[in-house]
T-cell receptor, first 110, second 115 residues
Framework: DAGVTQSPTHLIKTRGQHVTLRCSPI?????VSWYQQVLGQGPQFIFQ???????GRGNFPDRFSARQFPNYSSELNVNALLLGDSALYLC?????????FGPGTRLLVL | QQQVKQSPQSLIVQKGGISIINCAYE??????FPWYQQFPGKGPALLIA?????SEKKEGRFTISFNKSAKQFSLHIMDSQPGDSATYFC??????????????FGQGTILTVHP
């Protein structure tokens, strides 16, 4: 079975631009979570979705938004990019308590 | 605010030695405690996990010890190998309310195992 997949793998944007990151969960998993991992730190929770509904939101500004589709895939959108948004964005899917992470999307904001 | 504190920040161990990483949490609103291993440029991979009603869990060379009263848990890697060199994160899962399902991570431990 395929694991969690994310696209793109790498992305370079400039300040003020908008970005959309995509995630496909493990087959059968209905919950998707997004995390931001800045270099040298642990992942920070951004959003969790279950059955297309937002279940939780971390301490991130409204520039960050997400949604989950009927096939349980998900998108993370970030508007008005700042230099500080440069990070590895991780998607995790879960069936019960265990969250399985994808390889991440490395975003660089110049 | 829910926090998980991890130590040490970095650890150097000789091949065959025991690696020990410690974590502590600040409140009881967690119901599941996983450990993840992360290699450079990769996403975190689940190593082993424990629930708070269990004091110890062992899987191969990896053991979690959990002390509920002290709000502490630790990862022991027996017979450490150079291939274990990676960053290790402890995490705790929110048990309810707006934190339900949310993983709170420690700061990470960079483990280096010398041959």
């Amino acid at each position: 079975d395929a694991g969690v997949t994310q696209s793109p793998t790498h992305l370079i944007k400039t300040r003020g631009q908008h970005v959309t990151l995509r995630c496909s969960p493990i087959s059968g998993h209905k919950s998707v979570s997004w995390y931001q991992q800045v270099l040298g730190q642990g992942p920070q929770f951004i959003f969790q979705y279950y059955e297309k509904e937002e279940r939780g939101r971390g301490n991130f500004p409204d520039r960050f938004s997400a949604r989950q589709f009927p096939n349980y895939s998900s998108e993370l959108n970030v508007n008005a990019l700042l230099l500080g948004d440069s990070a590895l964005y991780l998607c995790a899917s879960s069936l019960q308590e265990t969250q399985y992470f994808g390889p991440g999307t490395r975003l660089l904001v110049l | 605010q829910q926090q998980v504190k991890q130590s040490p920040q970095s650890l150097i161990v000789q091949k065959g030695g025991i690696s020990i990483i410690n974590c502590a949490y600040e409140n009881t609103a967690f119901d599941y405690f996983p450990w993840y291993q992360q290699f450079p440029g990769k996403g975190p991979a689940l190593l082993i996990a424990i629930r708070p009603d269990v004091s110890e869990k062992k899987e191969g060379r990896f053991t979690i010890s959990f002390n509920k009263s002290a709000k502490q848990f630790s990862l022991h890697i027996m017979d450490s190998q150079p291939g274990d060199s990676a960053t290790y994160f402890c995490a705790a899962r929110g048990a309810g309310g707006t934190s339900y399902g949310k993983l709170t991570f420690g700061q990470g431990t960079i483990l280096t195992v010398h041959p």
